[in-house]
């Protein structure tokens, strides 16, 4: 519900739904009223709900003053005028706590920043480094490696044609977006893309030969994926990851806390690295640096809105919103990356191998529709379409050849911007 004027709570939308999550907002929040004596309270809503809430909400004039966002979702909050511009406060936050160019630039449009970065989650290979020294391998730094490895790291002990391990927990699925953001991230190593914007034109630019290429080898990997692949979703493959049966899987740090808790010797033996790199091809993955959006249901509190979040940028408060969920939310500005509070957090401290190889990657990340100059006005649309794992799954499930399914993917997205 939007603040009625000032003193007011300032209410958060965000999509960060877990109870530990929540209560660990909840306690922010409280310490931003003892240290300021000003209010704030969030709202969490389920992810498959929030654009729908938001558009709702626009409607009926009722946005809360400040959104969690992601880059897709900026034109559509921008095209309906419901966010206004951070210039001036993301200068001064970034003066103050240093929040590096390559985070901030998807929320920058037509010049005009729109939202400030405030929190990372990125998508490395996950692996298990104990299977790999014992087979005397080394972590793959290239598609074929990746490959060779799929297979010699699926493992069934007892030859009942059921692996204890599999090679490459590999979603081939159109379940939520989790399918497609793999595919991403493959695609985006070797060259491809979804569309390009050319003088305020959007051209679809998916059916190329590395497109083609992709998906090939793609749907050889799936080989070593478990059953079930064909419905993964970002739950089902994170319970993959807590039992140890992914050798390898692209995946964030969201089960590197419950695994700390109940299971360390398991944590023990997985490791993270920058994905593998097709040959002739470049380093790249899928993730976001998330961000607060203001609206205009603030601008009759805007002195408590621009009070709060000023309060929350500062290292001790922001690595304390990062606690939400430690090992999955990496830090966005350089003074909280480097700050006591952050480092030396329970689960991060013990876990600085994957933290960092988390961190590492922030530079080559990459999101639909996001990748020229020009952020494309239908991102939300092509990338909540699914199309890229619906592609995979005409081949892998349905016998289509990679051209004919790249081609149908193609004209999907045409569709769409359309």
Known sequence: M????????????????????????????????????LTAEQVPI?????QTKILAALVANQLPEILMVNPPQ????????????????????????GIPAALSAPYKIDGTQYGIPVLGVFWPLTYRADLYESAGLEPPATWDELRHAAEALTIDENGDGNPEVYGMCLPVSSNGNYGSQVVWAFLRANGGDIVEVVDGQQNIVFDSPATVETYRYLADLAKFSPPGKENFDWGATELLIKSGKCANVMYNGAWIRELAENDPELLAK????????????????TGYPR?????????????DVTAFLSWLYQPENHAALLMMEPGLFMPVTRAT??????????VIAENRGLVSAQAAIADSVSIIGFTGATPAPSASQLESSFTLGKVLQRIVLEGMSPEAAVTWGADQYRDIIR
């Open 74 to 97: 900026v034109p559509l909050l921008l095209e309906r005028g419901a966010i206004i511009p951070l210039d001036e406060l993301a200068a001064d936050l970034d003066a103050k706590y």
């Open 270 to 285: 997985y490791a993270m690295k920058p994905m593998p790199v097709p040959e002739g091809g470049q380093e790249a993955h």
């Open 2 to 37: 939007a603040a009625l004027g000032l003193g007011q709570p300032v209410t958060i939308w965000h999509w960060e739904t877990p109870p530990a999550r929540v209560a660990a907002m909840d306690a922010l929040l409280k310490k931003f009223a003892a240290d300021t004596g």
């Open 337 to 346: 990356a480097e700050s006591n509070a952050f480092l030396n957090a329970p």
């Open 46 to 50: 389920n992810f498959g709900d929030y």
């Open 291 to 303: 961000a607060l959006v203001v609206t205009r249901a603030a601008e009759q509190n805007m002195d």
